[in-house]
C-alpha cells in the first residue's frame, strides 16, 4: 500500500531518523521525498510504501508516537489510490527582482490559466537594504510553450521582475 506522510514541526535532529526507523520496522520504503526548514520550522512530504497487511491505521498510530516523542506540532497519513498520472515537470521558470508583495500570486496565476502544473516551488528573500526576491519553480507545461512565455513576460513587466523559462533536462532529479 501507498501512503502519503506529511509532518511539520520546530527543526531538531533526528527527525528523518524517527520516521524512518518508524516505516522500517513496518516492512516501509520511502520511495518518494521532500524534506525542508525555513526559518527554524521543519516540513517533510514522503510517499511511502508499507506491505499490504499494515493498514492506514497502524501506520498512523506508530508515526504517531513518532510525532508525541520529538514534540511535532501535525502529522498526516492519506492512503494514495495509484501513483500513475502524476504530473512530470518539463521546465524550470526562473522569476528574479525586487521584492514586493504580489509576485508569487502573479507569476502562479498565470501558470494556472495557462493550465501550467507546479510540481516544485522555491522562494527566498535575500539582502536586508534592498531585499531581492528569487523564485526557482518546476512546471510541467501541458501544450503551448509560446503562449506561456508571452503570458510570463507580460507578468515580468507588471511585476517588475526578470522571468525566465528553459526546458528541464531529462537527467535532473
Known amino acids: 500500500m501507498n501512503y502519503a506522510v506529511t509532518a511539520i514541526g520546530r527543526d531538531r535532529p533526528g527527525i528523518v531518523a524517527a520516521i524512518s526507523e518508524a516505516l522500517l520496522a513496518l516492512g516501509g520504503n520511502i520511495d518518494d521525498s521532500q524534506m525542508s526548514i525555513l526559518h527554524g520550522h521543519f516540513a517533510v512530504m514522503l510517499v511511502v510504501s508499507v506491505p499490504a497487511e499494515v493498514?492506514?491505521?497502524e501506520l498512523a498510530e506508530r508515526l504517531e508516537a513518532v510525532r508525541e516523542r520529538l514534540g511535532l506540532e501535525g502529522l498526516a497519513v492519506s492512503e494514495l489510490d495509484e501513483l500513475a498520472g502524476a504530473a512530470?515537470?518539463?521546465h524550470?521558470?526562473?522569476?528574479y527582482g525586487a521584492d514586493h508583495p504580489g509576485i508569487v500570486h502573479a507569476v502562479s496565476k498565470a501558470l494556472a490559466e495557462g493550465g501550467v502544473n507546479i510540481t516544485d516551488l522555491r522562494t527566498r528573500r535575500t539582502g536586508e537594504e534592498a531585499p531581492l526576491y528569487v523564485m526557482v519553480i518546476e512546471i510541467a507545461v501541458p501544450g503551448d510553450e509560446?503562449?506561456?512565455r508571452k503570458a510570463l513576460a507580460?507578468?515580468?513587466?507588471d511585476?517588475?521582475?526578470d522571468v525566465s523559462l528553459r526546458e528541464l533536462s531529462s537527467e535532473a532529479l
Open 55 to 57: 493498514g492506514q491505521g
Open 88 to 90: 512530470v515537470p518539463t
Open 92 to 95: 524550470v521558470l526562473t522569476v
Open 146 to 148: 509560446d503562449e506561456l
Open 154 to 157: 507580460r507578468v515580468g513587466e
Open 159 to 161: 511585476a517588475a521582475v
